[in-house]
């Protein structure tokens, strides 16, 4: 993916499913802001990114990380456990995503921090009123959300 502007809000999406990813893509194209998505296929690639922000340092983390909770290799909780105790991204706004909702795990990934926990839209409209949501969280933030 080309760079684009400064102004670009970056995302990560942690998402093993590429027709959500498409989705949650042109529902991100549907609004007029800039931003700047990494996607990334499985549990460990997403620990593989918490380490790399380690590395980074401060400045460079998203504005928005898009969690799906059922993935391969480790499970969208147990990246979120890992992703709110690196310091370099615990006030990172995360956006829990399920295609099997249930009140036992929202209240678990609400307790460990989570924004916003969603059932994965089904319909386009739904998809571009998320991807709404999550840019209004990145212009929230203002300071690191735009790398």
Known sequence: MSAKPSSAAKIVVVEDNSADVFLLRHA???HKNEYRLEVLRDGEEAIDFVNRQRVLGPH???CVIV???HLPKHDGTAVLKVIKQEPALALVHVV???TLASPKDEQEVRDLGVRLYKAKPS???EWIKLAGEILDICHEQGRA???
């Open 96 to 98: 829990a995503l399920t």
């Open 123 to 125: 319909l386009v409209e």
């Open 67 to 69: 969690l799906d909770l």
């Open 28 to 30: 991100l194209d549907q």
């Open 145 to 147: 959300a735009f790398v």
């Open 60 to 62: 460079t983390e998203p």
